[in-house]
């Protein structure tokens, strides 16, 4: 249902669980003022916060419990970098294929360990809340003489663009000229 950095939870020895929490949006950061003899709240609007997700989660075919002391180690270690500290993942969903998440481990992980099984409930946070997707332009070939290009985005979030230019010839990229332009609403 999930990968992470591109590994299923089979990988590690994880089955998922029912309930797992994906949000339709994430929490709002309303900025408010309370006015001396006003009643209510003066409203200056609102932006989204970052987005959370919980995963439900389980080793439930170790067949003792060093097996799955070795399995929890090695998920640990995936979810660390390498000065120990919480390193950020990509999140993608198979029910959202092409659009992913960047996440990082919030709180702590304690399983409830049952014999040579362990449950528990991996909290995920992407402090940018939105998805992510590729758009690849990559078969366009750009002459010596003037060319323009249009590449339309899809998406439904204003987004600056990733622009990636890659000289293969001997000759440098003269008079490149960029320009973002947003649809009015």
């Known amino acids: 249902m ?46 989204l916060g970052p987005r959370s997700f919980s995963f439900p989660l389980a080793w439930a075919y170790e067949l003792n419990r060093v ?3 070795q399995r929890i180690r090695q998920f640990a ?32 992980l304690v399983p409830e360990r049952v014999f040579s099984l362990a449950f528990f409930k991996l909290p995920l946070i992407a402090f940018e809340p939105f998805a992510f997707g590729q758009e690849h332009n990559s078969d366009i070939t750009i002459t010596s003489s003037p060319s323009t290009l249009t590449i339309v985005s899809s998406g439904n979030v204003k987004t600056e663009p990733t ?15 960029l320009t973002n332009e947003y649809e009015v609403e």
Request: charged share 15%; net charge negative.
């Open 67 to 69: 097996t799955l002391q």
């Open 2 to 47: 999930i990968t992470l950095d591109g590994y299923s939870l089979d990988y590690f020895g994880l089955i998922i669980q029912p309930g797992h929490e994906h949000a339709i949006l994430p929490s709002t950061v309303d900025r408010t003022l309370a006015i001396s003899g006003k009643h209510g709240l003066w409203d200056f609007g609102a932006d």
């Open 163 to 177: 622009i990636t230019l890659i000289n293969t010839g001997v000759n440098t990229i003269h008079g490149l000229t």
């Open 77 to 108: 270690a995936f979810l660390l970098n390498s000065s120990g500290r919480p390193r950020s993942i990509k999140l993608e969903f198979d029910y959202e294929p092409g659009i992913y998440y960047v996440v990082r481990l919030v709180g702590n």
